[in-house]
């Protein structure tokens, strides 16, 4: 099983940064009706044979990240729940509005590489503020925020229930990620920048 911390690298390595993404996202389905669909997700998704590739395949038509680490069970687990949710808009019926699958692929690395590694995903079946913290975290990274809310709200409802956050430890680790990873990318934007500028003189 990998470490924590080993998979919040991950994650961070691949997203766009919070403040990006609440600043992108729009009115979804209502709290209330992902939850419940959550709740019901088939025995056959959190079976430890599933192939979370092969299920990526058959939801979303191309890969998730979080294919590469499913030998933990929780990043599996995690990964299943949140194809289950996207599946479900053909297999049950589609939420209201209909999630956006442009961002699908985040939704589920978000939940695998980012949420289960910090609390049980089992426990968001069992536990209504976990499902509560999964739920509105799953939204956000399909750009939404819930229904009957403001993205100020929501992003803030969503912080109080940051499982993350109330682990010294890792929020520490998780928060020096970040770090590194908004360095990286200042660099490699100043590095297009001096490419682009060589070429255009040229």
Same mark, same amino acid.
Do not use: K
């Given at each position: ?99 956006? @699958? ?71 680790? @998780? ?28």
């Amino acid at each position: 099983m990998a470490e924590a911390g080993e998979l919040l690298e991950v994650w961070v390595s691949m997203a766009q940064s919070d403040d990006a993404t609440w600043a992108a996202a729009r009115p979804g389905p209502s709290l209330a009706a992902v939850a419940a669909r959550l709740s019901s997700v088939p025995r056959a998704f959190l079976d430890d044979r599933v192939s979370i590739q092969a299920l990526a395949g058959d939801v979303l038509g191309r890969p998730v990240v979080a294919a590469s680490y499913a030998q933990d069970r929780r990043v599996r687990q995690g990964a299943a729940l949140a194809l289950w949710l996207l599946a479900s808009e053909t297999t049950v019926e589609p939420f209201d509005p209909p999630l956006q @699958y442009a961002t699908g692929t985040s939704a589920v690395d978000v939940l695998a590489l980012r949420l289960a590694p910090v609390t049980d995903p089992l426990e968001w079946l069992s536990d209504d503020e976990r499902r509560e913290e999964a739920v509105r975290m799953f939204l956000l990274w399909c750009g939404h925020f819930p229904a009957g809310e403001d993205a100020a709200t929501a992003r803030s409802l969503l912080e109080a229930r940051d499982s993350l956050r109330r682990n010294g430890a890792l929020a520490e680790a @998780y928060a020096a990620h970040r770090h590194r990873a908004e360095i990286a990318r200042r660099l490699n934007e100043a590095r297009a920048r001096e490419a682009a500028a060589r070429y255009s003189s040229e």
